[in-house]
């Protein structure tokens, strides 16, 4: 097998603030292969935008401390020359955003900002980059592609402008694109049309693409893999068949019945997460995600659960200290419609634990390594 | 586009009507002295004091002598028109003074502006790309003094230190200069203190008003799009941050050479420059109503008239702006 | 015929030079006072140009309506008047356009003066000038384009003479019947027998009296305000500069007078030295203090209607003492109290506030000793009378008589009032009008606490001069107690024009009053009325000397300074100053 086109391990990125060290991306890892599509899914505050801004070397606060490996191409890009960054961008990876009309400028035309796209990576004339300018803006389905190219952005409506701005990140031929809330700011029908569009586009040129989403939705059909994140780590890291069918962290299953669906029965309540994100600068102890799981068990509050590869499947891995087969039978309990106290209760014994009772669980948890 | 000049115009006149009559009524209703008891010199005897006021039409009803006025700045409103009347103070017509005297504030106002924005924008910029560097601090440090120190204040102490008649390091001509030079490269000389004078403190207002307008603009948005595109970091800074922080100091641009069109009163007094600001304020001083009136509709008519430049300027850099 | 008073003037001062006795009235101006040039004029080298910083622009440029010192200073350069006071002795008049004293009737109703032969205007007019000139420049003082400031005050009883009158109105009481004769006719007024022919006279030094020629002034007279003035001609050693046209291009409003020698002078029909070329007024030196650093370290330069700031004036002193002269200006500053307003009624609660003034305070705002002295009655040094009044002993009145202020006289006087503890003990607040800007206001702010140190309280409001006077202290209704810094300035060297419109009775008017104590007592109206009226020297300076001390008696104000003008020059100025005028004389001043 070619080696992965990005390679990315135990990536951190914190920020010293006054109020503390602010861990934002605490050790991550995943690898991208040629015209495949990873999928990075969290809520805000997870890291997971931290985390590829980084690899673009577009993390330039003062205060950023970064360590760890990013390899593209078999080149490590963190602690490249500023240079070598700059042509990286927009060039081999490209990275589009959520809000296709705060990220145009507003006072210049379309088509020459894909014309300054362009000529700061090729040596080709003005006339040239434009007609190649206009070349991917038919490309991405924008109709009368020249007389738009001679237009302002406010001048395009919210999908053309999301177009717009893919035409720009291929302009010249990334290896990889990555694609940060491409679709969050648009409609729910425009939604769909950009999905299809990169993921078309992905076939015709072969592009790798990284999409960060808080939407498992958004990323079913698209994408080969998923990575979920929590609090600056990946908490399950899979094939995304695997994940959508076979998850085996209380998060992603949280994730998973948060999703309103169409062929849900009328009546059926969304389940959301308790809780709300923790602080990265306190996180809390152990576990990450205890004060929010509805499994969680006394030891998960002092013991940090590793990311590891669950039995029988060496590509999908999970941060739980639950051992897989109780995550199993939990799932199914989940799957079935069972509420997650009641699961609980079934899988696990008892309710939750308080802080002094002892703990009453042994052998249900994946030894500690 | 055609449409909104055409009624901003129209509201220009209104304003200045407005303007015309709040200096008409301020000056006629607030204790004061009497133009025609100044004129009329000591003791006089009553027959005195009312052919005076016959004389400068003092003895009509307020409303007459103001639409008189009005009527006479009009043309083809009877009359040659732009005729602004005559100095109490000194009989002559008030529009040729005025005239004669714009001239020295536009060469002042010009100077100026060009001293403090070659000086305040590059400052602004590398402040904002630098922040929180030495340089940073220390720029908006002197920054701060310069907006502090009052003009007339920093004029004397530039007198009295740079003057070469009077000052402790004779360099540059001083107090008076302006009057006495006859070339256009003399009149320059004189200015040069005055000019620095003028724009010290508009060079620190408008460094620090770019530093934070650029700061600011810098978080946004298209500047991480214009990075990802893998544009160069002077590009970035200049084509997509500056032209975008820049527009508002048009603006303040705009209004700022307006209002010293009509007149740096601090400068030209203490430089001795015979513009229209000190004019106004000898007219001030002497209840010269003709003349105050007179400054006072230049110096509104500028201000006004710079604004909608500065509009108009806008539609053209902000390709959102639609009128 | 008699002679009129100036006359015998002249004729004791020509007598005091031969034979050495100083026997006329009239001080000669601070002798004693530290660095002037007086006495006989000074020589100085021909030629050269005298730039004069001045703050603001002269009040008319038109020699018709000028009504100030400063225009005074340029008419003197550029007109020959028919009289003048002689440069270095204001009391003693010369002929300048005249040729020879007036003759004055015995009753004072007709004043016949002629004019020396030869004299011309300046070009564009280039004529020689007849009494028909003279004529039309007092007929023009009435016109209601020109509106003269003192035409009325001082001609008016000429049959004819009307203020407001239309341009080109005759006045048929002024009569020319040769080309060199002026003759002024007046008729007594109601149930008198007499005419004011001697004040008539000595109003022939104001230059009302230069003559402008009718056919070349009618058109600029026509319109409803007169452009004479942009476009003046001469008949002095110096003129405005102007054009062919006669328009005066020297005169820019606010910004600047350039004179220049007049070439139809001619130097032999007149006293005048005339030794510059040229004389350049230089306006908008605003502050003092860089006006004077400049005058002083620099070079041939003098000042105009700025005195250098006392901090300047006290360096000077030591430093540079030839170039300040000191100049008594011929007037004086007092604090008028109004007698119409409680307790400024009483006439020993008025003892008391002049007898515990400290009126030493008061000269130390305006720079202390040089600035003036302080006054032991009202008329000042350099006038008619002066002498008469006791000089600088004045007339030794108590209460005049601590120029620091003595409380315990002043309890005394406060007992005689009534008010038992030696203050006075009134609650309310007493209303006093100064200025708000520089050493007048420190002026203003000082009196007010001299009268609260006598127990009064004082709402002391501070506003522009201007509005001071014209709204305020001015105007009877306004009910000002207390106006803290008033002055008067004589027109010319006559006691009369000092105390006459400032304390008769007769002479209260509702708009631009100057009897700001509104003394109205009727004798003494009675007894100024008739002082009006005389003409011989000896016996207006005897009759207004009694005057000031009736007035000094009733202690209407606080006189407490004597001014002097103190002005400056150059080092390589060889100044003179004009005695009359208080300023430098510019036809007689030279570079050195």
Redesign the interface.
Known sequence: MAAPLLEVEDLRVHFETEDGLVKAVDGISYTVDRGETLGIVGESGSGKSVSSLTV?G?TRA?NARISGTVRFGGKELLGAS?EDM??????DI??I?Q?PL??????YKVGNQIV??IQ??RDVSKAQAYDRAVEMLGLVGIPEPRRRADS?P?EFSGGMRQRA?IA?ALANDPKLLIADEPTTALDVTVQAQILELIERLQREFDTAVVVITHDLGVVAEMADEIAVMYAGRIVEQGPADTIFNAPEHPYTWGLLSSIPRMDAPRGDELVPIPGRPPSLIHLPGGCSFHPRCPFVRDAHRRVEPRLDPVDGNSRHKVACLLDSGTRKRLWEELQAGVKPGDARRDVIGIGRPDADQPSQDAGLDAPRR | MAAYIVRRLIWVFFLLFVVTLITFIVFNVLPAADPALLRAGRQPSPELVESIREQFGLDDPLIVQFFRYIGDILPFVGGDGFNFGFSYQSNQEVLPQILDRLPATIFLTTGAVILWLSIGIPIGMVSAVKT?SWLDRLTMGIALIAISAPVYFLGLVALFLFDDSIGRFPLLPGSGAYQDATTFFGKAAALIMPWCVLSAAFAAIYARFLRGNLIDTMQ???I??????????R?VIFR?GV??AITPIVTLLGLDIGILLGGAILTETVFNIQGIGRFAYEAIVRFDLPVIQGTVLFGAFFIVIMSLIVDILYAF????IRY | MRRSFQWSLIACALLALTLGVAACGGDDGGGDEPGTTQGTPAEGKQGGRLVSLWAGDVDHIDPGITYSDLGQQITRATQKTLYRPKVDDATVVEPDLAESDPEISEDGCRVTVKLKDGVRFSPPVDREVTSRDVKYAIERGFFNSVNSGYAGAYFGTLPGAKVGAEPGTKIPGIQTPDDLTVVFNMEPAEGEDRCPGGVLAGALVMPLSAPVPPEYAREFDAGNISTYGQNQVSTGPYMVENNESGEAIGYQAGRRIHLVRNPNWDETLDTRPAYLDEIDIQQGNDDATVMSRKILEGESMINGDQSPPPPILKQALTRQKEQLALVPSGGGRWVAMNTTIEPFDDVNVRKAVVAGFDREAMRLTRGGEVIGRIPTHFIPPGLLGFEEAGGMEGFGLDFMSAPGGDMELAAEYFQKAGYDNGKYEGTEELLMVGENEGVDARAAEVAAQQFEKLGFRVRLRQVTGDAMYTKYCNVPAAKVAICPNVGWLKDFADPQTFLDPTFNGDNIIPTNNSNWAQLDVPELNRQMNEAKLLTDTDERAEAWAEIDRRITELAPAVMWIWDNQANIRSENVVGVIDEDNGHWSFAHTSLG
């Open positions: 673009m577009l003062r500023d700059r042509k990286v961008r927009g060039d490209a990275m955003f809000d705060s990220s145009l400028h507003p006072f300054e796209a700061s990576h302002y406010h701005m720009m | 929180g946004e948005d298209y991480r799009t214009a990075r990802a595109k893998g544009l160069s970091e590009r997509h032209r975008s850099i902000d390709p959102r």
